[in-house]
Nanobody, 123 residues
Framework: QVQLVESGGGLVQTGESLRLSCVGSGRTFSLYDMGWFRQFPGKERAFVAGITGDAGSTDYADSVKGRFTISRDNTKKMVYLQMNSLKPEDTAAYFC????????????????WGQGTQVTVSS
């Protein structure tokens, strides 16, 4: 079993950057592909970025390509989401998730989920 806890959210202005962190537990952390999702009020969670267990492959939603970067450090059981050039439309609750495949994550089928962290971008 993997437990996930996000941190790093906050209030920033348009154009600024934030780095979200997600710490995992469990000896099998590196076996899981990891993803970041975001949820707008009244909407379902949407895939933002994903990374394979060995960090050899990443994938991004079109809306964040070129601005967001996902990375991981398996020795620390950490996953990061570096968010640059933030826009007001990036305002959402951000969640990290673990799954056995990146394809599952892209379909929103995370096996384990964190509790989320709020990101607010003011104009």
């Amino acid at each position: 079993q993997v437990q996930l806890v996000e941190s790093g959210g906050g209030l920033v202005q348009t154009g600024e950057s934030l780095r979200l962190s997600c710490v995992g537990s469990g000896r099998t952390f590196s076996l899981y592909d990891m993803g970041w999702f975001r949820q707008f009020p009244g909407k379902e969670r949407a895939f933002v970025a994903g990374i394979t267990g060995d960090a050899g492959s990443t994938d991004y939603a079109d809306s964040v390509k070129g601005r967001f970067t996902i990375s991981r450090d398996n020795t620390k059981k950490m996953v990061y989401l570096q968010m640059n050039s933030l826009k007001p439309e990036d305002t959402a609750a951000y969640f990290c998730a673990a799954a056995l495949s990146l394809e599952s994550l892209k379909r929103g089928r995370g096996t384990y989920w964190g509790q989320g962290t709020q990101v607010t971008v003011s104009s």
